[in-house]
């Protein structure tokens, strides 16, 4: 495995921070004089399999000379591949399972991802070894995957992967049928869940084609299809999805690789793609405004369509979508999505007052031409917001997890890091005017409908939806234009 080390000033600071607590917990009447620290210009950011545990610093600090850990790629005992990146000193270890059985991938048989998702969380609470092990157990289904989540202490890592298999085996019919009720009300859950809401509607309205769903734009299983989906249909499909070979494991924390995985030099296959339409490019921007009466707050999102995440220009664009960031308040936090086939999505989301919704949508709405000193900034934020992930366990193993998913390999992160930074001002501003512009974007507001849609129509046209009934339209509102001053 290779060694990764840290930055000069991230070594400073551990160093005094550790003397500092040793200090404060070891009073004495005679102050010492601090002991010079030791040479560490050659030091390993993590030591090596051999070195003892206790002895390990903690994992890896934020820094702009940080990147993604190197992985150790391998095999389970299941026969499932797994790349396994060593954080020695935390106690604990994330695992995550990645399958291909999104909702992209359900095809006619609408909400199948979350029904299975709901079939293997009720067997985790049903395990007696899980629930003796402590451990933290999180089943999700989103657009591109079914994923699992597990979390625990180091020392439980062998325990767990032994009954993993049988907790994350495909679920039979009548395991399904006994779980139905409960997907349905999961379902019903999701849709009024204010951000499921709005991410929804924001990629139905991205995705929108003009006589066909796109499969990325199925986020919500309806709970109507939940109801009467055949069984066995969707157990067929589980089988199809949840096979050892079919899953793609990353597994980050407290283990070392050469004790939980056979070591392989190759990277596993990528999942196969089925293709997809474009969809068509818009004359304006758009604005969906999901209603959830009683709510008092606004949940945004403010999205565009990328480039494939395989097409060299892909990384420009996602650079230059930094430009539109909204100023705070509130803060806006990135929302984009990589995907197995087609665009990527890149967004940005925001929770406000229902009376401060107006200016924070402006702001995402407007036309954008940073000069030149801003767009050193907006580089800076391309190249560096990743790495707000990776000051833990569980971000290093969903950064790794996203890129997995997209069939990419961990060069592929610092790759990007690389061409943000290097980007020049004519390409991100041409990205911006292009394939960014305002008539490409769209706003996705999940707010109480009689609070904020006027402040919304002031923008432009509204159209509101009903996330109970599959996002279905309500009303149209025309866009507000001000009188004029007589």
């Known amino acids: 495995m290779r060694l990764t080390t840290l930055s000069g000033a991230a ?59 190197m992985a150790t790629l391998g095999r389970l005992a299941s026969g499932s591949p797994v790349a396994v990146v060593e954080l020695p000193g935390s106690g604990i270890f994330t695992a995550r399972w990645h399958f291909p059985l999104g909702t992209a991938d359900e ?38 995957a079914l994923r699992v989540a597990l979390q625990a202490r180091a020392d439980d890592v062998d325990a767990l992967l ?35 809401a709005a991410r929804a509607a924001l990629l139905r309205e991205l995705f929108d084609l003009p006589t066909a769903r796109h499969p990325h734009a199925n986020l919500l299983a309806p709970p109507d299809a939940l109801q009467h989906a055949p069984a066995k249909d969707v157990a067929l499909l589980a089988r199809q999805a949840l096979g050892a070979s079919n899953a793609r494991v990353v597994i980050a924390g407290d283990v070392r690789a050469h004790a939980i995985s056979q070591p392989t030099s190759d990277a596993p296959a990528p999942w196969p793609t089925r293709g997809a339409p474009s969809p068509l490019p818009a004359s304006e921007a758009r604005i969906v405004l999901v209603d959830l009466p009683g709510s008092v707050r606004a949940t945004s999102l403010c999205g565009a369509l990328g480039r494939p995440s395989t097409d060299p220009r892909a990384t420009i ?74 000051d833990s366990a569980a971000g290093v193993a969903e950064s790794y997890g996203a890129l997995v998913e997209a069939g990419l390999g961990e060069a592929h992160y610092e790759a990007e890091r690389t061409q943000a930074r290097d980007a020049g001002d004519a390409a991100l501003a041409a990205a911006l005017t292009v394939d960014l512009a305002p008539a490409r974007r769209v706003l996705a507001v999940a707010a109480d409908a009689g609070a904020v849609s006027a402040a919304l129509q002031a923008l432009g046209p509204v159209v509101i939806v009903d996330p109970a009934r599959d996002l279905a339209v309500v009303r149209r509102l025309p866009r507000l234009v001000a009188a004029r001053a007589e």
């Open 11 to 69: 070594r400073s600071a551990l160093c005094c921070g550790a003397l500092l607590r040793l200090a404060a917990c070891h009073p004495s009447a005679e102050p010492k004089p601090t002991p010079p620290a030791p040479p560490l210009a050659a030091e390993p950011r993590y030591p090596p399999p051999s070195a003892p545990r206790e002895a390990a610093p903690p994992p890896a600090g934020l820094s702009p000379e940080s990147a993604l850990p």
């Open 107 to 144: 095809g006619a048989t609408r909400g199948a991802s979350e029904w299975v998702a709901q079939c293997l969380t009720e067997r985790a609470r049903a395990s007696k070894q899980l629930d003796a092990l402590g451990a933290k157990f999180v089943v999700t289904s989103d657009i591109g």
């Open 162 to 196: 032994k009954i993993m298999p049988t907790l994350l085996a495909s679920p039979s019919a009548s395991e399904l049928e006994r779980a139905r009720a409960a997907a349905v009300a999961t379902a019903r859950r999701r849709a009024s869940s204010a951000a499921v």
């Open 317 to 390: 664009a996602r650079a230059a979508w930094f430009a539109v960031e909204p100023p705070p308040p509130p803060s806006a936090t990135w929302a984009g999505q990589r995907f197995r086939v087609g665009p990527e999505l890149l967004a940005f989301a925001g929770e406000t007052e229902p009376a401060a919704l107006g200016s924070w949508a402006a702001s995402c709405l407007r036309h954008n031409s940073p000069h030149s000193a801003e767009w050193e900034s907006v580089r800076a934020r391309a190249r560096d917001a990743s790495l707000l992930s990776l």
